[in-house]
Every structure is written in C-alpha cells, then in structure tokens.
C-alpha cells in the first residue's frame, strides 16, 4: 500500500482536467461535511425499533471516482446504527486499498494547489 501523498499524486497524474475539477467540487464538500460528522455521535429512541439488529450501517452518500489508469477512488459516508447510539464513519478504497482521511487531505491539497497555479498562470 502507497503511502497517502504518493498514492493521492499516482490517482490525479493520470485524470483529465475535467474530473479534476469534479473531484475537487466533491471532495470540497465531502469535507465540510466530514468536519461537521466527524466527532459527532447521539442517541436517540428512534432505534428501538432495530433491537434485533444489533448494530448496522447505512449509506450517507457514495462518491465514485475513476481516471485514465482505471484506479478507482471509492468514498462511503456511512451512518452507524448500534442500539440507542448512532455515529457517523467514512470508508475511503482507492484500489480496494482501505486508506484514512490523510488521502482526502492530500488529494485537497495538491487539487487546490494545482487550482491556483492554473489561475495565476492566465493573469
């Protein structure tokens, strides 16, 4: 497994300019949202109906994204279910390599820090 920055550049070296912006638009929101979720957990009655499954996952949101190399980058929000407890986890496959958050910070980065060269390259 490639560590988080390398596999972050392999993924954006073979992506046309037009996915890099979607990714960027996405990912630009994914992390909003991940910074809102991320540390956040509840209770709630709602659940009492799901005593007999006693902890089960459902889908937020699902982000799939592919490039010219045919490497997959694969982004599950997920909203845990476990009796009267619900939380809030994220999956991110690149490859059907399981990586943490640091790939969607390096992935940012070099997405904005390519964003801003192209801009200032035009003035």
């Known amino acids: 497994m490639l560590e988080a920055s390398a ?22 929101g994914l992390d909003t949202t991940h910074n809102l979720n991320r540390d956040t957990s509840f209770y709630s ?6 005593l007999l499954h006693p902890k089960q996952s ?3 949101q699902s982000l ?15 909203k845990e279910h476990s009796f009267l407890k619900n939380s809030y986890r994220i999956e991110i496959l ?16 070099q997405l904005t820090e390519s964003c801003f060269v192209d801009v200032y390259s035009y003035a």
């Open 7 to 28: 596999a972050a550049q392999n993924f954006l070296n073979s992506m046309n300019e037009t996915d890099r912006q979607r990714l960027l638009n996405a990912l630009l």
């Open 45 to 50: 009655y709602r659940n009492l109906k799901k």
């Open 58 to 60: 459902q889908a937020m």
């Open 64 to 78: 799939r994204f592919s490039n010219t190399a045919q490497d997959n980058l694969i982004i599950r929000q997920l």
């Open 94 to 109: 690149l490859n059907s390599q399981s990586y943490d958050y640091r790939l969607i910070n390096c992935l940012l980065e």
